[in-house]
């Protein structure tokens, strides 16, 4: 079964977010995730997983009557941001979870477990039965 994990933080906070990480402690975070890269790799139940940049990097696109794309800076809606994501196919939601958590648990600033909320979305096989 595949699921997508995704790690969501404040979008109006991103800027403070990242100006809070040492460059020791922004090196402590990539490597983190890239050894659970390395190990959801291995296991062969890494799809794929990539970071996003923040809120300044973000467009949204709205198709205006005449179909033609309507673009405006930054997100859509005011709130979370999705910073980054896995999408991995494992044998159970058990171990989407516990993929989640070691995700959370991603050194933040003077290296202490960012904690942060990560969402799991179990990614359907085809549409929903009525």
Not at 40 to 67: F, H, N
Not at 91 to 116: F, L, Q, T
């Amino acid at each position: 079964m595949q699921y997508m994990i995704q790690m969501n933080v404040p979008a109006d906070q991103w800027d403070v977010m990242m100006s809070s990480f040492s460059r020791d402690d922004m090196q402590l975070m990539f490597d983190y995730m890239e050894t659970l890269n390395q190990e959801l790799t291995s296991a062969g139940e890494l799809v794929e997983a990539r970071g996003l940049g923040g809120p300044g990097l973000v467009k949204t696109v709205r198709a205006a009557d005449d179909g033609q794309p309507r673009v405006t800076e930054g997100p859509a809606e005011r709130g979370r941001i999705l910073a980054g994501y896995w999408v991995v196919d494992v044998k159970n939601e058990e171990r989407a979870v516990e993929i989640a958590a070691r995700a959370s648990a991603c050194p933040g600033p003077g290296g202490k477990p960012g904690n942060d909320p990560v969402e799991v979305h179990a990614v359907p096989t085809g549409p929903p039965e009525a």
